[in-house]
C-alpha cells in the first residue's frame, strides 16, 4: 500500500474533526461521546480528548499523541480507545482518518456477532467481499488493538464484537461517507433477512465490482494552457 501524506495540523483540520463527531450524532449513528475520530499528522496523531460533550469541543481541545508508544505526556486526555486509534494508522499509513462510533444497526450486528456478507455490491467500498467482523476485548485494551489492526490490514471498516463499528478514510469527509454507507448496509442486511434470506454476491461479483470501483468519480479537471 502507498502511504498517504498527513493531514495539516490546521485549526480548518481540527474543527473538521470536531464537525465530524458533530454529524455523526445528528445522523444517528452515534450516542453522547461515544465516537471518536482520529487524524494522522506530521508529528503523529490528533484525536479527539476522552469525555468531552462534542458541543463543548474546540479546536485546541483536540489532543496530539505519538504514532506509537505512549500517550502519557501529561497533557489533556485522550479518548480512551486511542490504542487502536494509533495501531490502525501504524497498519494502514495509506489511510489516514479514523472514525469510530456506536451506529445502532451496527451495533445489532455486533452484538450477534455477525460480520456483513455480500448482500449488495456496495460491500466493495470496504476492500473486499464482506465486512468483518473484531473479536471482543475490552475498550482501550492492546487486544482490541491487535484484533482491530489485524481485521482492517485489507479493509476499510469492520463491525466490532459487542461493541460498534470502525471506518478508515483517506479523508476526513471521506470517513464520514463510509460510516454511512456501513450503517446502511447493515440495515440492509438485517431487514433482508426478515422472512426470507438475502442472495449473497459471489467474489468474482465482489472482485468485479472492486475494479469498477476505480474509475468511479468524477474525470479530474484539466488545466488548459495560455
Known sequence: MTPAD????????????????????????????????????????????????????????????????????????????????QGLHQARPDMPVVLHAHPPYCSILAVQRRSIPACHYMIAAFGGADVPLADYALFGSPELCANMADIMSDRHGCLMANHGATVLGETVDKARWRLEELETLARTYLFSSIGGAPHILSDEDIAEVLVAFQNYGPRPVQQSEG
Not at 13 to 28: F, S, V, Y
Request: glycine letters at 8%; proline letters at 11%.
Open 6 to 85: 498527513p493531514l495539516p495540523d490546521t485549526k480548518e483540520t481540527r474543527q473538521a474533526l470536531i464537525d465530524a463527531c458533530l454529524w455523526m450524532n445528528e445522523r444517528h449513528l452515534n450516542q453522547g461521546t461515544s465516537g471518536n475520530i482520529s487524524a494522522r499528522i506530521e508529528s503523529g496523531i490528533l484525536i479527539t480528548p476522552s469525555g468531552v460533550p462534542y458541543d463543548a469541543l474546540t479546536p485546541e481541545a483536540m489532543v496530539t499523541i505519538p504514532l506509537s508508544g505512549s500517550s502519557d505526556a501529561g497533557g489533556p486526555k485522550p479518548s480512551s480507545e486511542w490504542p487502536f486509534h
